[in-house]
């Protein structure tokens, strides 16, 4: 949140808990959905590509939804998944980037196509 505030972007927080003073100072908006951990399964829907950058078991459920929904997830510094059987060449699971720069393009160019 803090790189796309510095660059003037627009960031969403949808936040585990009821207040959205909870989020952190960089975020443009809040939703306080009071869904704890289930609110990850609305960031996985809602998303076009999802990006995932370090994380524990919260970031793991995002993942994982995200890829069981089709969506394409780029990840920086987090869990390595591959699928244990492919059965198309889209089931590639997670696609790796080294720079916050990188894992935007890719998961742009991926949400395009």
Known sequence: AR?????GGFILGVLPGNSP???NNYLTASVATGMGEARNAVIARTCEAMIAIGGEHGTLSEIAMALKMGKPVV??????????QKKCAADSGIVYASSPEEAVEK????ARG
């Open 75 to 84: 990840g920086i510094n987090t869990w390595e998944i591959t699928p244990y």
């Open 3 to 7: 790189g796309v505030n510095k660059e």
């Open 21 to 23: 003073r909870e989020g």
């Open 107 to 110: 998961a742009i160019e991926m």
